[in-house]
Nanobody
């Protein structure tokens, strides 16, 4: 079982930046891929970025060029650097893990959904 805790959210003006952190514990050695997801009020939870053990990354079109996912294997932590934030980025952001990127996309996840971290972009 893998435990993941998100942090780093907050309120920021349009054009601002935030860095989210996802700290993993438990059977973290079994994690091959980590994804950041977000859910806006009344909408489904969407996968916005993934990173695999070898550092390969993917991004949703809506965040490409603005968000950067990275990982620190020594700290068992994955980050999401969010720049040029827009009001439509407002959501609760979650992270989760899978044995592969395909597993993340398919919803076959190793962790339970936590409380996430709220990101609000507003002037």
């Amino acid at each position: 079982q893998v435990q993941l805790v998100e942090s780093g959210g907050g309120m920021v003006q349009p054009g601002g930046s935030l860095r989210l952190s996802c700290a993993a514990s438990g059977s973290s050695f079994s994690i091959n891929a980590v994804g950041w997801y977000r859910q806006a009020p009344g909408k489904q939870r969407d996968l916005v970025a993934t990173i695999t053990r070898d550092g390969s990354t993917t991004y949703a079109d809506a965040v490409k060029g603005r968000f950067t996912i990275s990982r620190d294997n020594a700290k068992n932590t994955v980050y999401l650097q969010m720049n040029s934030l827009k009001p439509e980025d407002t959501a609760v952001y979650y992270c989760n893990a899978g044995v592969s990127r395909l597993a993340l996309v398919g919803g076959i996840l190793q962790g339970s959904w936590g409380q996430g971290t709220q990101v609000t972009v507003s002037s």
